[in-house]
């Protein structure tokens, strides 16, 4: 994947090497979304690179300055594959973009959903799909910029003790003998 330049910051797919960077600013987001996050380097590693990955992640950095030797993360984007059974066509899902406060307002956010776009196109996907807080302003801004449309859908999760009763349901369900055409709800 190139990197996509916006003045002097690079995004560029991210490496193992960068998975400590990304998990602190994974952490920052949930800082600043009142969540806790436990996602460490390891687990970054783990899942977002290698054959089994579970995400994709971008990565958008300063181009070191002349005797500089490492560029600052500014940013990243964590997505993965999508389908939309309403259109039949595959996208990515952006589950986080993360902007460093003191990068804010320089174009990042913008530079990451442009290499996004880029990605989104070249792997044959033909949308993107993401959420945000209704509180986040600065980002409904970017987006709209952007040109990208608020869905009228709510955003739905389950985990935790929540998840665990609702498998222990199925199987419940299966140890049970099951006559044809038989569904419980």
């Known amino acids: 994947m190139p990197a996509r330049q916006c003045a002097s910051i690079r995004v560029r797919a991210a490496q193992p090497t960068d998975a400590a960077a990304i998990a602190r600013m994974i952490r920052a987001l949930a800082r600043d979304e009142g969540t806790i996050s436990r996602m460490g380097a390891a687990s970054v590693r783990t899942n977002g690179f290698g054959p089994g990955a579970h995400f994709s992640l971008l990565i958008a950095e300063t181009e070191p300055a002349e005797g500089e030797s490492a560029p600052q993360a500014l940013g990243y984007a964590l997505f993965f594959p999508f389908f939309d059974t309403d259109?039949?066509?595959?996208?990515?899902?952006?589950?986080?973009?993360?902007?460093?406060?003191?990068?804010?307002?320089?174009?990042?956010?913008?530079?990451?959903?442009?290499?996004?776009?880029?990605?989104?196109?070249?792997?044959?996907?033909?949308?993107?799909?993401?959420?945000?807080?209704?509180?986040?302003?600065?980002?409904?801004?970017?987006?709209?910029?952007?040109?990208?449309?608020s869905g009228n859908q709510a955003v739905h999760f389950i985990h935790g003790g929540a998840l665990q009763r609702l498998a222990d349901r199925s199987r419940t369900r299966s140890s049970r003998p099951r006559g044809r055409g038989t569904a419980d709800a």
């Open 87 to 149: 259109d039949g066509l595959p996208g990515n899902f952006l589950a986080d973009l993360y902007v460093i406060p003191a990068a804010r307002g320089r174009g990042v956010g913008r530079a990451l959903m442009a290499e996004l776009g880029a990605v989104t196109e070249s792997a044959g996907r033909h949308f993107m799909v993401w959420t945000v807080r209704t509180d986040n302003e600065p980002a409904l801004r970017l987006y709209r910029r952007l040109g990208a449309l």
